[in-house]
């Protein structure tokens, strides 16, 4: 920054005018994926910056401190597989992770490989132009920073754009208040207090199980139940330890050939195909195993067939009747507008014995919906609930969103939020046209939207990097999908998705949050599947980087 002398008005101002820094590459966001780009970016030679909105690496990890935050995909299958040496090097300590565990890995990783010094931290990207004459992106930040580079790169995540409820009086609680997704950094202590929870969406389920454990009286207001299933973590023994480590290649290579990268591959069989019995057995063995087994590596029709998902639901239902004391509390713990695993399916440690507890009250917000929040609690269409401390567990506008809060401007200075505006337009989920030299990691309609993350995160940015070599190595500088092969694409995802019961319900996979009730029910990930979204990158690659155009 340098600092000119301004004459005004017969005065001397001091007038500061931010420096632009020029590099080749810009990424957007140091979670697990701006992480892995940068490492491969630099491996290119190329020189580059990433913005950081938060204090630290992180990410998704950084901001959602809240209890009981952790991995629902196995610790061992979750992080980074690009090199053997971090692999043998760092030890999980359970099964499925919690957050600060989390946290402290990707902190491992970016001191590991020396990724600090290439990020601007507590800057958050504010604007992104495009400069057609220049042929670069112009990015500028909350605090006055500027910078400019031939390629700009998302790594924004899918759930960063947190959301309040539209609640008359919300800001008028005197107490404390948190959303999740901006949790304080130092504990929070519930002992003692009256604690609410609005939202019970996988966020809000993880909180709920824990702030009972302490609360003096616990109220959740409900609306809409989750169907949810028992993660069954456990702590991970040297022994165990061990063989994971010995067993990494055929960890990824069975998330690298399931549909989600996850360690459940679906079972081949209809659930309409096999007997009452043979059901049963198969829906008894998953419940009572770890992890995603029971949405993920099920019947391979369950989220398809409407007779089969019913089947599925109904002995749902009945483990919810069986842990739930009271039968109308489970009948209102029980969804009633979608069927099991047709939304990401939360999974819990005690939550529903958590209202068998005596200081927990279950509120259902249909029956009587939130009139407002007072300065002293929550007062409905039937009752006040006077409270020290409240919990907004309401979820995030979800892939697009974190998109739509900067201003992104492409060719002839139309913004990326007035293109998605009826629903986002992409080739691959990478690159939208009519903004040049803009990479979207885990963008909608790619497969890494609808997966185990990490998984589809290295394919990604691999996918980017051998790009920009191959552009490198051609003397291109500039590529953006044709219009024909964007129409294409997004044709092929809603196709796709309209085969699933997936597109039919209303879920963060389609754009429907309640508190944001001007997003259209659309559907922005990509329900083919890893390997097979997988196999159409790299065909297109093949091609010479068909569907795009090189300039």
């Known amino acids: 920054m340098r600092s000119l002398a301004a004459a005004s008005g017969g005065t001397i101002q001091e007038v500061h005018v931010q420096s632009i820094d020029r590099v080749d590459a810009i990424v957007i966001g140091a979670g697990m994926a701006g992480l892995y780009q940068l490492y491969r970016l630099r491996e290119l030679g190329l020189s580059i910056r990433v913005f950081e909105s938060g204090g630290g690496v992180g990410g998704t990890w950084y901001w959602n401190r809240y209890p009981g ?36 890995y990707l902190n491992f990783v970016a001191d590991k490989f020396d990724l600090r010094r290439h990020i601007h931290f507590d800057s958050r990207v504010t604007r992104a132009i495009f400069d057609e004459d220049r042929g ?69 389920v993880q909180v709920i199980q824990e702030v009972a454990k302490t609360a003096g009286h616990l109220t959740v207001f409900q609306r809409t139940p989750n169907w949810c299933a028992p993660l069954h973590n456990s702590p991970i023994e040297p022994e165990r330890q061990a063989e994971i480590q010995a067993s990494y290649p055929e960890i990824f290579e069975k998330c690298r050939e399931s549909h989600g990268a996850f360690l459940h591959a679906a079972d081949p069989r209809s659930a309409l195909e096999v007997s009452a019995e043979e059901r049963v057995a198969l829906w008894e063995r998953l419940y009572a195993e770890p992890g995603f087994g029971i949405w993920m590596g099920n019947f391979s029709d369950i989220l398809v067939s409407e007779e089969a998902n019913a089947l599925v639901s109904e002995f749902m239902r009945g483990k919810i009747r069986a842990r739930v004391r009271d039968p109308e509390i489970a009948e209102k713990l029980t969804p ?112 890494a939207t609808f997966c185990n993350i990490p998984r589809c995160i290295e394919q990604n940015v691999e996918w980017v990097t051998e790009l920009l070599r191959y552009m490198r190595d051609h003397q291109y500088q500039r590529i953006e999908p044709t219009e024909s092969a964007e129409n294409e694409w997004t044709k092929h995802v809603y ?27 659309t559907f922005l ?24 155009v090189l300039q």
């Open 336 to 447: 009633k507008n979608h069927g099991f695993g047709t939304r990401r399916v939360p999974l819990e440690t005690g939550y529903y014995e958590v209202y068998n507890q005596d200081n927990v009250l279950l509120v259902d917000v249909l029956e009587a919906p939130i009139q407002r929040i007072t300065p002293d609690g929550v007062e409905t269409g039937d009752a006040t609930y006077e409270l020290d401390l409240l919990i907004h567990a309401t979820g995030f506008d979800a892939i697009t969103g974190a998109f739509d809060r900067i201003d992104i401007r492409g060719r002839a200075g139309r913004t990326l939020k007035e293109k998605w505006a009826d629903g986002p337009r992409t080739h691959l989920g990478l690159q939208s046209a009519g903004f040049p030299n803009l990479l979207t990691l885990v963008g909608p309609h790619n497969a």
């Open 495 to 521: 196709e796709i998705a309209a085969l699933t019961l997936l597109s039919r319900t209303d879920s963060w996979f389609t754009g429907v949050n309640q508190n944001l009730p001007d997003k259209k029910h």
């Open 525 to 548: 990930a990509y329900a083919g599947g890893s390997p097979a979204y997988r196999a159409r990158c790299n065909e297109i690659a093949a091609k010479g980087y068909e569907g795009f």
């Open 136 to 204: 670069s992106w112009e990015i500028e930040t909350g605090d006055g920073r500027r910078a400019r580079a031939r390629f700009l790169i998302t790594a924004v995540g899918p759930l960063s754009a947190p959301t309040l409820p539209r609640i008359e009086g919300r800001e008028s609680f005197k107490g404390e208040s948190y959303h999740t997704a901006r949790w304080p950094h130092e504990p929070v202590d519930f002992s003692g207090k009256r604690v609410g929870v609005i939202g019970t969406g996988a966020t809000g």
């Open 69 to 104: 935050a952790r991995f629902d995909s196995e610790s061992y299958s979750y992080g980074y597989s690009f090199s053997e040496e971090l692999l043998q090097e760092w030890n999980w300590s359970e099964h499925f992770a919690p957050q600060p565990e989390t946290l402290r």
